[in-house]
């Protein structure tokens, strides 16, 4: 799941930068709750029925927890690199002050 999530995050930079940065945040957050949803579809108790229609269907709570608790630090390190990425990017676009050249030739003091 974890190469999903790089993969796509990947191919965004050859998009729109507002698709990108919504992306990268929200990734985060997106996997929070995919955890929460596989937390949940883990069977609890005995496993009479639940884990055997589990197995037979194709879809085991455990794995799919073990899943998206790995896509949780890939999808936090995706939002810190687009963070300072997209941080540099609007330093170099937007620079503070223009750089001072001495003293100009109208400077009265001169």
Do not use: K
Not at 99 to 109: A, K, M, Q, R
Request: proline share 7%; charged share 15%.
């Amino acid at each position: 799941m974890s190469w999903l999530l790089g993969l796509v995050w990947v191919a965004s930079w050859w998009g729109p930068r507002r698709l990108r940065v919504w992306f990268a945040m929200l990734a985060p957050f997106g996997s929070v709750a995919l955890i929460v949803a596989a937390f949940l579809s883990v069977p609890r108790g005995s496993c009479e029925h639940g884990c055997v229609l589990g197995w037979a269907g194709g879809v085991d709570g455990s794995r799919t927890l073990a899943d998206a608790t790995t896509t949780l630090p890939v999808a936090v390190a995706i939002a810190v690199i687009t963070g300072l990425v997209e941080l540099v990017l609007l330093i170099r676009r937007n620079p503070s002050s223009p750089v001072d050249e001495g003293p100009s030739s109208s400077d009265p003091l001169r």
